[in-house]
């Protein structure tokens, strides 16, 4: 099935986020990690201090005409990533079949949109969920 171009644009900030995060030293140990409805974009381990296993959910925007790629990041979007972080732990394996990190567990939240130039900009907020 074709991708549409909304949904290349997606993929294509996931992989901007992901290779961001790795030249900062994280691992990137899955991407697009599905349990029913819910999907997690990035599933990582943070180098730190404090090392932690970490959770990147990725919003982005074409332009501010809308709003902030922050906004997107409501209850209902929040509520399928708790349901996914749950069903990861439950589960303790990664789609490969590794065993998670025994590391503690975070969502953060990165949001990419159209810098000066063109650039995409990529902002992070760690602990999204303010656990």
Known sequence: ??????QKA???AERLVAERLAARGW???ARNVHFGRSELD???A???PPARLVVVEVRWRRSREFGLPEETFDHRK?????AGLSRL???????????LPHLPLALDLAVVEPG??????VRLYKDALGN
Not at 78 to 82: D, E, F, I, Q
Request: net charge negative.
């Open 89 to 99: 732990l439950e589960v303790g394996r990664l789609p490969g079949g590794d065993e």
């Open 46 to 48: 943070d180098p730190g």
């Open 42 to 44: 990035i599933v990582a």
């Open 78 to 82: 929040r509520a399928h990533l708790k």
């Open 1 to 6: 099935m074709e991708r549409t171009d909304r």
């Open 27 to 29: 691992r990137i140990l």
């Open 116 to 121: 000066v130039g063109g650039e995409p900009q």
């Open 10 to 12: 997606g993929d294509a």
